[in-house]
Structures are given as structure tokens and as C-alpha cells.
């Protein structure tokens, strides 16, 4: 397993590095996140590195780089069902173990599916461990959605509203995502419940559901989770100071008071398609 007892280099330290890993199938999270990271460094001085499945989207097998992660202030994930090698989830494991900050986006809640017979099958259940998120797609949490035709109305929960993630976060906004069903199991216990969705035009009964949250894992990480992801979300700021909100929380740094405007981040909604 890699080591994370390097030296930090004291410049720069000054400036948190934030590593995101990307390969999520549907969802152009290896679009919208590095128009996030530009906009971290640019406005707010962070060192950001980005992560992505090779050659494309739609490559389960492959992350190159994640040796990085010994090196980074926070990782930021955004996955779904990949099937990377031993090595590679080593040094995802080592992050999760480090106790170091960790945030993920709507499809890390089943960023890995491997097969009954694999070795690494138990890596499926990542996803509650890491973020208290349900542990892989169906199974006995029944973790689904509300159908691709739905979206969502998010509403910050009341009792919460002074939290620093949710400085400038309009009380209810809406999203394009279509409403993930995580309750009643998850989050899991501890969890800080910080707005709750309802589903707008759903394809059956629906619950409202917690939409984001904070936690401590068990390897006293800061979490920040999010069922919300969908490439058109990322153009919503609301959504937009969220998250820039949330990545300062989990650093330890102060959230900032002024907001710069909103972030131009217009990516839109490719779905599943097959590589080229």
C-alpha cells in the first residue's frame, strides 16, 4: 500500500492541492470538474490536479496518476462502476485510510462494481465506508432513482442554514439531476443532513431524500457528499457555491464571504455513448 509519510514541500503547502478522479460513464464529470478546478485556482488559489479514466470516459480499467493522491489536501471523486487494478485501488485505499479529507459526487455512490469471484469485490461497498453513502447501486438499500425524465428541487434544511457549506446557497434551487434514493438506510448514522430534494415529475411514488451531507468516516476524514452531479447542476450557482463552500469546509479553511460571480460552467448532458 503507498506510504504518505513524504514531507510536504513548505511552499506549497501554502496553497492546498486538490486532486479530482474522474470516470463516471454518463455524467461529464471529466468535463465539469476541471472547469471547478480552473476556477478553484484562479479565484481562490488552490493547486488542483485532475484525474481521468484512459482513454475516455467508458474506460473501467485504467486511472492514470493516482499516485498523487500521497500528495493531495483533499480528493474530490466522481465514479461509476470502474473495475480499476489492485495497484490503483491501493493508492485510492490509502487516501480513504489517511484520514485526510474526501468528497464525492451522485454516481460514487456505486464508483465500483466488480464481479462476485474478484478479490477486490468488497471494493464495491467503498462508497459507505468513504462517504456513509448507500454501498453500491440496488442491492438491499435499494439505492435507485426516480427516472431520467425526473429532476429535483432542492431545499436547504432549515436547522442547517448557518452551516458554512451553505453560505450564499439560495434556500430552495433547482437541479436537473433526477432524485437518487438513498433512505431509509443511508446516509449512514452520524451524518449531517444539509439539503433535502424532492423529485419534480417522477417515473413513480417518490420520497424526498437528503441530497447532501456532511460526516466523519471511520477514518476521522471530514466528508462531503452529494447525490447531485448531473453536468447541467455544475451551471447552477447555487450548486456552484456549494460545492466552491464545501471544498474550503472540508480544508479546515474559511468559506468565503464574497462570491466572485457565477462560475461559467455549461456542459451539456451527453448520457451514455460509446467510445470512438
Given at each position: 500500500m503507498p506510504s504518505f509519510?513524504?514531507?510536504?514541500?513548505?511552499?506549497?503547502?501554502?496553497?492546498?492541492l486538490v486532486v479530482f478522479v474522474c470516470g463516471d460513464h454518463e455524467y461529464s464529470g471529466e468535463s465539469t470538474l476541471p472547469?471547478?478546478?480552473?476556477?478553484?485556482?484562479?479565484?481562490?488559489g488552490f493547486r488542483t490536479k485532475i484525474l481521468k479514466s484512459f482513454p475516455d470516459q467508458?474506460?473501467?480499467?485504467?486511472?492514470?496518476?493516482?499516485?498523487?493522491?500521497a500528495e493531495a489536501d483533499l480528493a474530490v471523486f466522481f465514479l461509476r462502476w470502474r473495475l480499476l487494478p489492485a495497484d490503483q485501488v491501493a493508492?485510492?485505499?490509502?487516501?480513504?485510510?489517511?484520514g485526510k479529507p474526501i468528497m464525492g459526487f451522485r454516481t460514487s455512490t456505486h464508483a465500483f462494481n466488480y464481479p462476485k469471484t474478484d478479490p477486490l469485490v468488497a471494493y464495491n461497498g467503498f462508497a459507505e465506508r468513504a462517504f456513509g453513502a448507500p454501498p453500491g447501486w440496488g442491492g438491499p438499500s435499494q439505492h435507485t432513482h426516480y427516472g431520467h425524465n425526473a429532476s429535483t428541487d432542492a431545499t436547504v434544511i432549515a436547522e442547517k442554514a448557518k452551516?458554512?457549506?451553505?453560505?450564499?446557497?439560495?434556500p430552495t434551487f433547482h437541479v436537473r439531476s433526477w432524485l437518487y434514493r438513498v433512505l431509509p438506510d443511508y446516509p449512514a448514522k452520524g451524518?449531517?443532513?444539509l439539503l433535502m430534494g424532492k423529485a419534480v415529475n417522477p417515473d413513480k411514488k417518490a420520497e424526498d431524500q437528503p441530497i447532501a451531507w456532511t460526516w466523519e468516516n471511520q477514518y476521522k476524514g471530514r466528508v462531503f457528499f452529494t447525490t447531485m452531479g448531473h453536468p447541467e447542476d455544475f451551471s447552477v450557482e447555487s450548486f456552484q457555491r456549494l460545492v466552491v463552500n464545501a471544498v474550503h469546509w472540508e480544508l479546515g479553511l474559511k468559506v468565503p464571504q464574497k462570491w466572485a460571480g457565477k462560475l461559467d460552467i455549461n456542459v451539456p448532458y451527453r448520457g451514455m455513448v460509446n467510445s470512438k
Open positions: 509519510s513524504r514531507e510536504p514541500d513548505p511552499i506549497k503547502a501554502k496553497k492546498p472547469l471547478l478546478a480552473a476556477a478553484l485556482e484562479k479565484q481562490y467508458n474506460a473501467e480499467r485504467d486511472i492514470p496518476g493516482l499516485d498523487i493522491l493508492h485510492i485505499e490509502a487516501y480513504l485510510q489517511s452551516h458554512p457549506i451553505l453560505t450564499g446557497v439560495d451524518t449531517e443532513w
